[in-house]
């Protein structure tokens, strides 16, 4: 049986239901712990498991020391770019936002 291909449109949804499943974790996270922990920890999560990304597109050791320096300049630019999108959305928030409750 053929894969499918999924259109644009179809991995975009799928694309969000993930963000949205790691908000929805980081919420229920920040209910008990600071919010600058919990961001914290979804960098490292997310350098961990993009670092394992990268390995799965190395076919030995050599590529993936060689791929480094690349990966962390794909990476670094994707999330700078995200960042400045996310801060620029959240403005549009602020007022309802702002006085999150901090756990201490």
């Known amino acids: 049986m053929a894969e499918k291909t999924l259109s644009d449109d179809e991995v975009d949804v799928i694309y969000r239901q993930m963000i949205d499943s790691f908000i929805d974790s980081a919420n229920q996270l920040a209910e008990e712990n600071s919010p600058e922990n919990v961001g914290m920890a979804l960098l490292f999560a997310a350098s961990r498991f993009n670092a394992f990304v990268v390995s799965q597109h190395a076919e030995n050791l050599e590529d993936y020391e060689k791929d480094g320096e690349k990966a962390q300049q794909f990476f670094i630019s994707q999330y700078k770019e995200m960042l ?6 959240y403005k549009k928030v602020y007022q309802k936002y702002h006085k999150f409750t901090r756990p201490q």
């Open 84 to 89: 400045i999108e996310n801060l620029d959305e």
